[in-house]
């Protein structure tokens, strides 16, 4: 299995509806991230696990929620969200978690994201 | 916060032609990367480069990089109608606490004309 897979891969919640996004990767993957998408811009990192204990956190306004309950799943809780939240939102993971002195040698898998609309 | 500055911000050649690519950062890097997206959906990593080498080919890509100006170029040899995509350079940047992050560029979008 070398993909992550990420559901629903659409979604349209009202702005007072609770949701969450799902991630899976069973490639052994030590790294998973979210990032945030607008439309005909790059992806935004939003959050980091690295061996499944929360490492980054860019700012993320707390209606967003990361949750990793093992090794292989990694999910984004939602609440309370704003239409200006409406994007693609992407998981991502990588084969090693960060340890001292590290040095990169692998590139990362990303899913085919989740289209959230906010209404 | 976006690293890299891509350029063009978008091309349009035939197909068999060559596409070239840059991209530009600011901090010092721990590798550089490049991927591509079609159409909105998830990003395919195409190719890493380590901030010690120079060159690196796969397949029909080259790329090239030069830390001491900052820069990178892709190349794709032989384009096909196939590669239209938006194509984006990502560095691996050292945040503190020991964690590192993927930061990527605003991207070039390709358009490769049968």
């Known amino acids: 299995d070398t993909e992550v897979t990420q559901t629903p891969k659409h979604l349209v919640m009202g702005m007072t509806n609770k949701k969450s996004l799902k991630c899976e990767q069973h490639m052994g993957h030590r790294a998973m991230y979210w990032y945030k998408q607008k439309a005909k811009k790059p992806p935004e990192l939003m959050f980091v696990?690295?061996?499944?204990?929360?490492?980054i956190n860019e700012s993320v306004p707390s209606r967003f929620s990361p949750e990793c309950p093992n090794s292989s799943l990694l999910n984004l809780h939602l609440h309370a969200l704003q239409p200006e939240d409406s994007a693609l939102y992407l998981c991502?993971?990588?084969?090693?978690?960060?340890?001292?002195?590290?040095?990169?040698?692998?590139?990362?898998?990303f899913g085919s994201g989740t289209r959230l609309t906010v209404v | 916060s976006q690293q890299g500055e891509e350029d063009p911000q978008a091309l349009s050649i035939q197909e068999g032609e060559n596409a070239t690519m840059n991209c530009s950062y600011k901090?010092?890097?721990?590798?550089l990367q490049w991927y591509r997206q079609n159409s909105g959906r998830g990003l395919v990593h195409l190719i890493l480069?380590?901030?010690?080498?120079r060159e690196k080919h796969s397949g029909r890509l080259r790329v090239t990089l030069d830390t001491s100006k900052k820069s990178s170029s892709l190349l794709i040899t032989a384009s096909r109608a196939a590669d239209t995509a938006s194509y984006f350079c990502?560095?691996?940047?050292?945040?503190?606490?020991?964690?590192?992050?993927?930061?990527f560029g605003k991207g070039t979008k390709l358009s490769v004309i049968p």
């Open positions: 901090t010092s890097i721990n590798n």
């Open positions: 991502a993971s990588s084969r090693e978690g960060f340890r001292p002195n590290w040095v990169s040698n692998y590139g990362y898998t």
């Open positions: 480069i380590r901030s010690n080498e």
């Open positions: 990502a560095t691996v940047l050292y945040s503190g606490a020991g964690s590192y992050q993927l930061t």
């Open positions: 696990y690295s061996y499944e204990k929360l490492s």
